[in-house]
């Protein structure tokens, strides 16, 4: 039987959240290592179905019902994952991804908003998210997402940990980027599958829907190539350092991205 719950947003958007009719997907679901999620989630209706649907799928949930305990929780909960609504009280979504991502640079986070508001999934993929969920969603595509995002977090190549650009150096083991002066930058679970992938393919332009089933986990063309086109920016921002000239990935047109020929794919690990 399916189960929906709807609740109203003061800006009137009606969010639905499908329990039931996935249990039998749900149990069939192998999740080999037991995994931890965060929902932070104040409305009750919707984090309960969310909470619902990923425990059914064999996960470990904690959940938090304001901005404030979503970052307790976040840095003290040992999490893998985190769900992350924008509009809540105490401290709004994207106070406490940039509060998580000072901490925590490497935790996957998974944004909630609501449909229409592209605004504020561009500032959130800029802000450090690494993937978003339109409201409403279905309890099918949410877990695809957290199974796409948790899929590429333990699967990184340990024989590619650096790269030499106009600016400085890369090291996709510890995610940072090494600047000229020594400074070190994070990036982001996704920013570094992004240039480990181009980099694996530097001989060649790798297509958005290339990157979407490769890095994304996404497949039967059912992503936002939109959220590749942000991550590339901001990723192209923390690789310049504030030089508008360095060219560290290039777009083909037509074709999609690639890195620039004057990065270089090294093998030795940066001290």
Not at 89 to 96: A, E, F, S, T
Not at 117 to 137: I, Q
Not at 208 to 235: F, K, P, Q
Request: glycine content about 10%.
């Amino acid at each position: 039987m399916l189960v929906s719950r709807h609740v109203s947003r003061p800006m009137g958007a009606c969010i639905e959240i499908s329990v039931g009719g996935v249990t039998n997907q749900m149990a069939s679901r192998q999740v080999l290592k037991k995994k931890r999620v965060l929902v932070v989630e104040d409305e009750f209706a919707i984090r309960r179905g969310v909470v619902d649907a990923l425990t059914l799928s064999g996960y470990d949930v904690v959940e938090a019902a304001d901005g404030e305990e979503g970052l307790r929780q976040g840095r003290s909960a040992e999490v893998d994952l985190v769900l992350l609504d924008l509009l809540m009280p105490k401290l709004d979504g994207l106070q406490v991804l940039s509060e998580l991502r000072k901490t925590h640079p490497a935790l996957p986070i998974i944004i909630l908003t609501a449909r229409g508001s592209e605004e504020d999934r561009v500032r959130g993929l800029r802000g450090g998210a690494d993937d978003y969920v339109v409201k409403p969603f279905s309890a099918r595509e949410l877990l695809a997402r957290v199974e796409a995002v948790l899929r590429r977090t333990p699967g990184r190549p340990e024989r590619m940990p650096s790269l030499e650009g106009p600016t400085g150096t890369v090291d996709l083991q510890r995610r940072e980027v090494v600047d000229r002066s020594g400074q070190r930058k994070s990036l982001s679970e996704m920013e570094a599958n992004i240039l480990q992938y181009l980099a694996a393919h530097q001989e060649r332009a790798v297509s958005r829907d290339e990157l979407l089933t490769s890095v994304w986990g996404i497949t039967g063309g059912s992503g936002d190539t939109r959220a590749i086109d942000m991550h590339i920016t901001r990723l192209r921002g923390k690789l310049a350092n504030g030089d508008t000239s360095a060219e560290w990935i290039v777009t083909v047109r037509g074709q999609g991205y690639m890195l620039s020929a004057n990065v270089t794919v090294g093998t030795e690990a940066i001290e």
